[in-house]
């Protein structure tokens, strides 16, 4: 079955301790990319990566790392998380990056709700 | 740059009436469009896309949306809503090499 994976799904934390969420895809996607989402904002880009090695930043990318070693996996790192953090995450995947700007459809994980004490 | 708004943030209707959720955009480019649900505790799913073929738009679950280039409006609707319809649902614009652009969500209720 087609499917994006986030790892964990909930999270409690406290501020300042290092963690990473992970992302993995099925689909030989090429395309990944990381979102937050906030009541009344939607959701908001962080991170994106066009292919493996290749990455860039969104809309909001202030604290947070990716890495796109492989080209399944996409983790998202927050080095030293605070409590404006927290939010609903949201990673995706997508077949490319269209150059006419056609995107193919993104397919999305069920989310990861991380809180920051 | 991109931008899209959804007119309204809750939208409520009884079960069997028509459904219309309003979206309207902003684009430098010709766009691609998207209507996006989100259900409880899931990710987002993928309803219709417009990428410049017909400008009625259909999707699953009965919901289509129709492109008004005049009028900057991807407005989503469905003749009969069902319970199972009520979610939050995004409008998404994107441009050429842009992210997506996601509006702010309009979440519907289905009354019994």
């Known amino acids: 079955e087609a499917q994006v994976t986030q790892n964990p799904r909930y999270l409690i934390t406290v501020t300042g301790k290092k963690l990473t969420v992970t992302c993995s895809q099925n689909?030989?996607?090429?395309?990944m990319s990381w979102y937050r989402q906030d009541p009344g904002l939607g959701l908001r880009q962080i991170y994106y990566s066009m292919n493996v090695e290749v990455t860039d930043k969104g809309d909001v990318p202030e604290g947070y790392k990716v890495s796109r070693k492989e080209k399944r996996n996409f983790p998202l790192i927050l080095e030293s998380p605070s409590p404006n953090q927290t939010s609903l995450y949201f990673c995706?995947?997508?077949?490319?990056?269209?150059?006419?700007?056609?995107?193919?459809?993104?397919?999305f994980g069920d989310g990861t709700r991380l809180s920051i004490l | 740059a991109q931008s899209v708004t959804q007119l309204d943030s809750h939208v409520s209707v009884s079960e069997g009436t028509p459904v219309l959720l309003r979206c309207n955009y902003s684009?430098?480019?010709?766009?691609?469009l998207f209507w996006y649900v989100q259900h409880p505790n899931k990710g987002l799913q993928l309803l219709l896309k417009?990428?410049?073929?017909?400008?009625l738009v259909k999707g699953i679950n009965g919901f289509e949306a129709e492109f008004k280039k005049s009028e900057t409006s991807f407005h989503l609707t469905k003749p009969s809503a069902h319970m199972s319809d009520a979610a939050e649902y995004f409008c998404?614009?994107?441009?050429?090499?842009?992210?997506?652009?996601f509006g702010s969500g309009t979440r519907l209720q289905v009354q019994p």
């Open positions: 684009s430098s480019y010709s766009p691609s």
């Open positions: 417009y990428t410049s073929a017909a400008t």
């Open positions: 995706a995947s997508s077949l490319s990056r269209s150059r006419t700007g056609r995107d193919l459809p993104q397919h």
């Open positions: 998404v614009v994107s441009e050429a090499w842009r992210a997506l652009t």
């Open positions: 689909m030989n996607h090429e395309y």
